[in-house]
């Protein structure tokens, strides 16, 4: 089996994630800040230990600022709803995936105006065009780091530096990103930073955070939940510290184990030899497919433009066909489809249909890669 379906969720996971979370579930089991005894404290402290490591992996000065979530999704969301009024006004662009697009359609349908910036087809952003829509409402700017459908990175720098000099909020989507691109909160002027554990930072599903930059009031922030926090227990109002104030519940301790144990491993490998390992291998898979004159390909051919993630479709077939057909002849997982971006196919060329997306990880091997090619030609011989 080969598996190439790692910007859904990054398969397989190093083995210390796994061992990380059967020793917690054997060892440690307690509910974290809840009680004062020494496996409580124990997961308190794991707990601790990720959002420190996190902290370093994105550059972030103060790890209370990091708040724990499911996943990108819920963290978009909170940073969205929390902050975001009727009459402000939010730019964003045409290649966001729907954990952006549909709470920015709720907040449009209760007042907020949004304006969608034109990327070109290859899913490229010019950072002026977000400037030109720059309006005396404008509260934030939201993009993705990198389309999960066709790997391009936007100019995230470049827009944060923008969004700073106009003194505008800058939420970036990093779930394509994070622990394979390196990120850097303060100099990418980044001020809220979404990003989920259970793909290229190799943590479990049902993982994922936040990260609240010095320059917001997290006061003014709404919570998308309240509840029990462990702290303050003898008020019935919800605290206002971070990072409590938006993390009521028991939370996922086991996962967030896991969690410490994938960037432990990121961090170990390293950020950029991982993405040079996933460059050189997508190189290879675009230039084995610009070969193949049935094949159209989607998304930058530079690599210095593009993350491990390519999308392409097959002259006469559908994309859930040759998914179907790649999967049941030759063990090859990938997605076919729209991949939660609509938006981002009609940018392309692709909607309604959609294309097929083969997408790599850290454990992708060279062999791999020349095989899913081989398939592809034989495939398209049975064809002929």
């Keep these: 089996m080969i598996y190439l379906d790692n910007a859904a969720t990054s398969w397989p996971k190093p083995p210390e994630v796994k061992e990380a979370m059967v020793r917690f579930m054997e060892e440690i089991g307690a509910n974290p800040g809840r009680s004062g005894h020494l496996l409580s404290i124990e997961a308190a402290r794991i707990i601790y230990e990720t959002r420190e490591i996190l902290s ?142 259970h793909k290229s930072l190799y943590g479990p ?60 491993f990121v961090l170990k490998q390293g950020v950029e030899p991982i993405r040079r390992h996933e460059s050189c291998l997508i190189e290879k898979l675009i230039e084995g497919f610009k070969e193949i004159p049935q094949i159209t390909l989607y998304g930058p051919e530079e690599m210095k433009d593009r993350i491990a993630t390519l999308s392409f479709n097959i002259e006469n077939l559908s994309p859930s066909e040759v998914a179907s057909l790649l999967e049941e002849e030759f063990g090859i997982l990938c997605r076919p489809g729209l991949h939660c971006a609509p938006s981002a196919h009609r940018t392309i060329g692709t909607f309604p249909k959609g294309t097929v997306r083969f997408s790599l990880s850290a454990f992708t091997s060279d062999g791999e890669v020349k095989q899913s090619i081989e398939a592809v030609r034989h495939l398209l011989h049975q064809k002929d």
Aim: proline content about 5%; aromatic content about 4%.
């Design 56 to 197: 370093t992996l994105f550059n972030v000065k103060d790890s209370s600022r990091i708040v724990f979530t499911l996943n990108a999704t819920e963290s978009i969301n909170l940073a969205l709803k929390g902050l975001i009024r009727p009459g402000d006004h939010i730019i964003t662009s045409s290649m966001e995936h729907n954990s952006v697009m549909r709470p920015l359609r709720d907040l449009e349908k209760k007042g907020v105006e949004l304006s969608v910036v034109p990327c070109s087809p290859k899913g490229e952003l010019d950072s002026r065009d977000i400037e030109k829509k720059i309006q005396s409402r404008t509260r934030m700017i939201v993009l993705n780091h990198a389309s999960n459908v066709t790997g391009t990175l936007l100019p995230l720098r470049e827009v944060g530096r923008i969004a700073g000099e106009h003194g505008l909020l800058f939420l970036v989507d990093a779930a394509q990103t994070a622990g394979v691109y390196p990120i850097d909160m303060e100099n990418d002027g980044i001020d809220l930073l979404a990003f989920t554990g």
């Design 205 to 264: 599903q049902g993982t994922g955070g936040l990260v609240i930059g010095e320059r917001v009031n997290e006061k003014e922030m709404i919570p998308l939940k309240h509840g029990g926090t462990g702290s303050r227990s003898e008020f019935e109002e919800q605290p206002d510290f971070l990072p409590d104030r938006f993390e009521s519940g028991t939370p996922n301790a086991v996962g967030i184990a896991g969690l410490l144990a994938g960037v432990r």
